[in-house]
């Protein structure tokens, strides 16, 4: 199952979101069957490492963040990605409008699986500075999304 994350720089939140799935998926031993990746809507950061308040979140919690490098959201991820996931109402807007005909991805916004939740977006902190609050809506956020997981792969 291939999980990519995705907001508008790929610099702050969805790099946060991969990073921090990747260990819950590791810590449950699924690596191998869910792969995770991160992309953005806008090719403004393409190349550059994460944000320093991202960098600053995951040194706090033990993440590593040296495989993280800004790419744009290009046709092959609707293909390759069986869920893309936004951070905000623009971001999945942009991300549906540019879905080519044949996509095959899930295309879903961050808190889909959070029943409290739905329908909220995780702010850009590239605006706020408030990266601990991402850290902590993503947080609330992704443990729904690796129980879903989790039944998928049962079924
Ligand atoms: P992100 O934050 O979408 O969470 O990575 C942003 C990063 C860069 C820009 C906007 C948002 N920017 O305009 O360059």
Not at 23 to 50: F, R, Y
Not at 133 to 138: E, K
């Amino acid at each position: 199952m291939n999980v990519l994350f995705v907001c508008l720089g790929n610099i702050c939140r969805s790099p946060m979101a991969e990073a921090m799935f990747t260990k819950m998926v590791a810590d449950e031993g699924l690596a191998d069957l869910i792969k995770i990746d991160s992309a953005g809507t806008s090719d403004e950061e393409e190349g550059n490492p994460p944000h320093p308040g991202t960098r600053k979140i995951l040194a706090k919690y033990n993440l590593p963040a040296a495989n993280l490098v800004s790419r744009p959201l290009n046709n092959h991820d609707y293909l390759s990605a069986d869920y893309i996931i936004c951070m905000d109402d623009m971001n999945l807007a942009d991300v549906k409008r540019r879905a080519p005909v044949n996509t095959t991805a899930n295309i879903n916004a961050i808190f889909d699986m959070t029943p409290a939740k739905k329908g909220q977006a995780i702010p850009d902190p590239w605006y706020t500075h408030r990266f601990q609050d991402t850290y902590n809506s993503l947080a609330e956020a992704l443990p729904s999304w690796l129980t879903y997981f989790k039944q998928q792969l049962e079924n």
